[in-house]
Structures are given as structure tokens and as C-alpha cells.
């Protein structure tokens, strides 16, 4: 008998002995049997005889490994780095339907499509010939304007790698992953590609799974999942819009996908290219200093112009009676009479942010969360955080039945125009999109000129590209700047290059009007939107003065409990005795979360800002060591290292 050591996808530790009669290879997969049920998990590799009785592993799924010790290797990696067990780190990153699933019998046939070639310009040539297919590690970051034809460079990346015989892992945002999309990489390269994310079903995902662990698929696009299917022959990582904040993962493990790519490049020996029009301060700060290979794009490819700016004072507005200021209104009518499109982007869905009485004042809060209900147009009283619903009847304070809003929402706004506009509004947020299809119809209509107005959130900021679209409205973007967050200007900041970058892609030159009740506010400095550095020139010196990232390594510690005053109490007395123990690192709080109850549970938080990776690891270490376990009313802490929620 042979014993071997065996990782289950758990939320847990997850590494158990188990018996064979057979040699099993480490990275193959075993089914076992574990708390009476079956569970397939991976071979690590052959451990000593155990003291104690263990079972036999039931089946052996693969003869040949499907993972490789550098996949292994890269696991446990992150289970080091996000101070996560294995067993959960597997379970985060690896959906357990898909480790437990076969290939599938049909053999790989891709459909074949009609080529439609373009020549790269001049600029664009020289960012490719600057990035050799075959070398060793090298990350490259492309900081190109939108619209500067970044998509069309990795395409060319993707044609050298794959004729090298090497595979190419391409990820994009989930909400980059659009038919657009598809439909470009199939013009390019002939054939129709494989997705990997979760909209597209579970046998597809699977499909892609298979075809790219096979080998048989070179190329595979998907969203942050996609970076732990186990390759044959991986050649290059391409990872687009590397700022994107969705590639920070909220649950366990709490990993950054770019932060993971480039590790795992690092692992294979291979070359990853990241690319933005708005790269992360943090990843400036990496090409500034030479860790990463820094590639400009500073024009646009059709030599369009880049749109021209006007903030518009919301003071002198009548606001908030007139949510829209009347110049962006005039906007839209010239736009919608010259047969152009407009985009109207809001931060924010629903009808209003929150409902009052009108007698007393009472916001409507949700019963689980320190939030006020988000309110819907037919009625539907929703909290964003839990997803509990409510209708509203009377106030439940004094009884009266009049209410009135506070701070508009997409739908609201839809609304507005529509009887400004009628039949020229189209409407994209994550209400409205629940599938592809309705996107793709969405877009499509909007396309071929339907309407001439669309009116939406983040989901309409990013990677779309009509040539007819001249005028781009910004609402809202103060809700961005206010949120207690470092990362916040940062987030404005790209959000209206990314959302202006939409506007005067091709012939015309673009306007965007942003409205603001702080115009004075520096990302309202239109030059920061002409020139590629002039952003992080303001922002660097910032974060080095308040020392921020990349100034230091920021890790956040969340307490919750069910029970208010124990969980304060606990947060202090954890922090403080850290505090004594580790008196070189600098631990701020505890304080009250923005969100000081979630789910029910309270909440109180603390940051950790060091540079010493040894030290934030020690610390939270230590932290989970004094911290009580107690059967009732339990205290959790949440360990997320290099936060991008601080809610
Ligand atoms: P980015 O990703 O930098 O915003 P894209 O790669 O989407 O820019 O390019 C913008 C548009 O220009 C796309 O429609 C793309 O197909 C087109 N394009 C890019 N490069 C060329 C080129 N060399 N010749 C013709 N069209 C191009
Ligand atoms: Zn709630």
C-alpha cells in the first residue's frame, strides 16, 4: 500500500492522507471520500503511512497529471501571500463542478471564419516589435490612450505565440468580455474562440477548460478565473485593462488576478503583457522604476483628436432641482439632430438612493445593513450590500404615506430624458443586463441607431466602440470622489477617461460635459486628460506624502460580530495588544466601518501599512492568535491584503 497526499477543494487546510494500491502522480486527480461524500481533489504528492486508519482513494481521474508542479506551486504561492488555507485557496479559484469534470468526447472544432486583415500603424508596430514573443519573464506594461489600438497589438502578440506553437492566455474584465469582442478576435484570427467565464454556461466553460488543458484550443479569453486552467504549453499572458478594480477579488482568497498573473509568469518563465489607457498608480510606479517594460500609446489610431473637455459648475445649476444641467441637455438635442449618439453615465442604478418621509424626514434603512435602501421605479425597495426587498407603504415612524428621493438613479434619469427625448433612450446597468444576450441586444439596437442616447453604468465606460458617437455626459462622479477610499481620485480619474475615451473614436472630434458641485477639484483640470503622466505626476507625490501604495503595503483587518459592544471590544483589544507586540509597523485603528452593519453583523476595521512583507505576515498571525474563539456570538477578523474595499 502506498499513501499519498491528497488537496481538497474545503474551506479548510485540505490536505489529507489517503491510501493507494497504485503510484499516483502529483497534480493528477483522485476521487476520495471525505465527510460521507465524494469530492475530487488533487495529488500533492506520496506522504509517509499515517498512525491512524485512513481510506483508500475511490478512483484516479487522470493517467497523465493535469496539473504541473508550477501550477502547484503557484498555489500554494497564494495561499502563503493572502494567508489563506490551501484547501480554500483551491476552492476560490477552481470551480469544484468543473475539478471534478471530463473531457468532452467531441473533438475540437472551432468554426471557421472569414479573415478581415489590418495593417498596424507606425506607433503600434513599434510597442509589437518592443515585445519579443519568446523571451524570458518580462512584464510589459502598454499605456495606451483609448482608442490608441491596443486590442489589434495583442492580436498580433497572440498570431507570434501561437505560431511559436505556444498557448496564450488573454483576460479581460468580466464586462469586457463582450460580443464585440469575440467577433474582433474571430475577424483577426479566423476561427471562433473559446470563453471561459461564468455567463457563458457551465458546459462551455467546461468545453474551454478541456480545450485549452488539452492543448488543443491556442488561445483561450476569459475573466479571472480563466488564469487557473492548467496550460500545456503556455507562451504569454496578456492581461488588458490592468486597473480594472474587478480583478480584486472580494472573497477567499482575496487575491489581485494582476498581481497573480505576474507571479505566475514569473513561475512559467514567460513574458505577460498588461495594458490601460488609466494603469494603476501603483503599476506607473512599477514602469517608473523599471520593473516593468513601460510602452507608450499616446495617439489615437485613426488620428482622431482626443475629445475636448467642459465641467460645468452644478452650483449655478439650480441643483438638485434640475439633475441634469441644462447644457448637457442642449448637448443631447444637437447630438440627437445631427443624427450622432451621446452616452449619459451615471454611477449608479435605481431609481433614487435612498426614500424619505416627507413629514418626518425618515430614510428607509435595510433591517440587516447600516444602508439605506436603494428604490426602484416599480416600488421595490432593495438593499445593493444583502439583497433584502421591501415595498413601501407608510412611514413607519409617523404613519404619513408622502416620500420623496434622494440621489437620482439611472432609471430616474432614463425617465427624465425619455420625456425630453422620446424613443431615443437606450438603458444598460447590472438590473437591466441580467445576461449576454440582452447586452448584445441592448448594444445592438444602440449600434445601428435605434436610439441615439444610451444611458448607463460602468457597464458602458469600457471597450465599446460606436464610430457615430460624439457627446459623452458625466453625472454623478462626485459620488466617487467622496467615498472614503485612498484609491478614490484615482477611480475618478479613470472613470472619465475611460467613459470620455468612448466619444470621437473615429472622424469626429469628441465633447465631453462633466457636472460637478466641486469643479475646483484637480482630476476637474483638463489637462490631466491631454497628456499620459500628468495624472500620476499629481498623484504620486500624494500618495508618498499620506504614504500610500506604492509607498508602502497596505493590509486590512475586518472584525464582525453579531453583538455590537463585543465586537468593538474584541477589535480593541486584539489591536492593542498588536500594537505593543509589533511597535515598527504601524497599525491604524480600530474605527467604526463606513458600513458599521452588514448582514447583520457589526463591524469594525483596521489597517496595517508596512513594507515588510515578513512583518504583515507575523502580525496576522498573531492577530488570529489572540484573537477568542467563542462558541456563541462569535468575532471574525478578515485578513485582506492589499485592499481595494474599504467599506
Ligand atoms: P484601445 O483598446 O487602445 O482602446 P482598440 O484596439 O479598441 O483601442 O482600437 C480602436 C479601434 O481602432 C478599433 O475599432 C480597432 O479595430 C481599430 N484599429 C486599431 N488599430 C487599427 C489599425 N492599425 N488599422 C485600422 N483600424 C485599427
Ligand atoms: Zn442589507
Redesign the pocket.
Known amino acids: 500500500m502506498k499513501f499519498f497526499e491528497v488537496l481538497l477543494p474545503i474551506a479548510a487546510d485540505g490536505v489529507f492522507t489517503y491510501s493507494s494500491h497504485v503510484y499516483v502522480l502529483p497534480g493528477a486527480r483522485a476521487a476520495v471520500r471525505f465527510n460521507n461524500r465524494d469530492i475530487v481533489g488533487i495529488v500533492l504528492g506520496e506522504a509517509a503511512e499515517p498512525a491512524f486508519h485512513c481510506s483508500e482513494i475511490s478512483m484516479i481521474l487522470d493517467e497523465l497529471p493535469l496539473f504541473d508542479l508550477t501550477w502547484l506551486n503557484f498555489l500554494k504561492e497564494i495561499a502563503e501571500y493572502y494567508l489563506t488555507p490551501l484547501g480554500s485557496t483551491l476552492f476560490g479559484v477552481l470551480s469544484t463542478k468543473i475539478l471534478a469534470s471530463y473531457p468532452p468526447k467531441r473533438p475540437y472544432e472551432p468554426k471557421l471564419t472569414t479573415i478581415a486583415p489590418?495593417?498596424?500603424?507606425a506607433e503600434?508596430k513599434a510597442v509589437l516589435d518592443e515585445i519579443p514573443p519568446d523571451s524570458p519573464f518580462c512584464p510589459h506594461l502598454i499605456h495606451?490612450?483609448?482608442?490608441?489600438?491596443?486590442?489589434?497589438?495583442?492580436i498580433e502578440l497572440i498570431k507570434k505565440v501561437i505560431q511559436m506553437g505556444k498557448q496564450v492566455l488573454y483576460l479581460v474584465p468580466e464586462i469586457s468580455l463582450t460580443p464585440q469582442l469575440f467577433s474582433?478576435l474571430s475577424a483577426r484570427l479566423g476561427y471562433t474562440i473559446p470563453a471561459f467565464h461564468f455567463r457563458v454556461g457551465y458546459t462551455a466553460r467546461s468545453a474551454a477548460f478541456w480545450r485549452f488543458a488539452r492543448g488543443e484550443a491556442s488561445l483561450i479569453v476569459g475573466a479571472r478565473s480563466a488564469l487557473f486552467i492548467p496550460p500545456k504549453n503556455l507562451g504569454m499572458i496578456i492581461l488588458?485593462e490592468e486597473h480594472e478594480k474587478s480583478y480584486k477579488q472580494e472573497e477567499t482568497p482575496s487575491y489581485h488576478l494582476r498581481d497573480m498573473a505576474v507571479l505566475y509568469a514569473k513561475l512559467r518563465d514567460i513574458p505577460i503583457v498588461l495594458?490601460s489607457?488609466t494603469p494603476q498608480t501603483e503599476t506607473i510606479a512599477n514602469a517608473y522604476s523599471g520593473k516593468y517594460l513601460l510602452h507608450r500609446?499616446p495617439h489615437?489610431?485613426?488620428g482622431a483628436a482626443m475629445p475636448s473637455f467642459n465641467i460645468i459648475d452644478m452650483k449655478k445649476e439650480q441643483y438638485p432641482k434640475k439633475f441634469i444641467a441644462e447644457p448637457i441637455i442642449q448637448e443631447l438635442a444637437k447630438t440627437v439632430e445631427q443624427d450622432q449618439q451621446a452616452i449619459i453615465f451615471l454611477n449608479r442604478k435605481g431609481y433614487a438612493a435612498s426614500l424619505y418621509c416627507k413629514v418626518c424626514g425618515t430614510v428607509q434603512y435595510c433591517p440587516n445593513c447600516s444602508v439605506p435602501y436603494t428604490v426602484y421605479k416599480n416600488g421595490n425597495l432593495v438593499c445593493n450590500y444583502c439583497g433584502s426587498f421591501s415595498k413601501y407603504t407608510l412611514c413607519p415612524i409617523c404613519g404619513a404615506s408622502e416620500t420623496s428621493f434622494a440621489g437620482v438613479g439611472t432609471e430616474r434619469i432614463e425617465e427624465y430624458l425619455d420625456e425630453i427625448f422620446p424613443n431615443e433612450i437606450i438603458r444598460i446597468d447590472a438590473d437591466k443586463v441580467r445576461s449576454t444576450g440582452k447586452l448584445t441586444e441592448l448594444l445592438d439596437d444602440f449600434g445601428s441607431k435605434k436610439a441615439h442616447i444610451l444611458v448607463g453604468t460602468q457597464f458602458i465606460a469600457k471597450?465599446l466602440?460606436f464610430p457615430d458617437l460624439t457627446f459623452v455626459g458625466i453625472l454623478g462622479i462626485d459620488n466617487i470622489l467622496s467615498l472614503p477610499d485612498f484609491r478614490a481620485v484615482e477611480r475618478g480619474y479613470q472613470l472619465i477617461a475611460q467613459i470620455s475615451?468612448r466619444a470621437g473614436?473615429e472622424k469626429k472630434c469628441g465633447l465631453i460635459h462633466i457636472q460637478t458641485l466641486i469643479p475646483e477639484h484637480p482630476i476637474f483640470n483638463v489637462d490631466m486628460y491631454n497628456s499620459q503622466s500628468s495624472f500620476y505626476d499629481y498623484e504620486l507625490p500624494r500618495r508618498e506624502k499620506f504614504v500610500y501604495p506604492p509607498y508602502t503595503k497596505l493590509c486590512r483587518l475586518l472584525f464582525a460580530g453579531s453583538d455590537e459592544d463585543k465586537t468593538r471590544m474584541e477589535a480593541f483589544r486584539v489591536c492593542e495588544t498588536l500594537k505593543r507586540e509589533f511597535t515598527d509597523i504601524a497599525l491604524l485603528g480600530p474605527v467604526q466601518a463606513p458600513i458599521a452593519r452588514l448582514n447583520k453583523l457589526y463591524r469594525y476595521t483596521a489597517l496595517i501599512k508596512s513594507n515588510s512583507n515578513k512583518n504583515i505576515v507575523s502580525l496576522i498571525k498573531q492577530s488570529r492568535m489572540i484573537l477568542k474563539k467563542e462558541k456563541t456570538d462569535p468575532v471574525s477578523i478578515r485578513v485582506d491584503r492589499d485592499p481595494y474595499y474599504f467599506m
Open positions: 489590418i495593417e498596424l500603424s503600434q495606451g490612450v483609448t482608442g490608441s489600438g491596443k486590442t489589434e497589438i495583442y474582433l488588458d495594458g489607457a500609446l489615437r489610431v485613426f471597450g466602440h475615451g473614436r
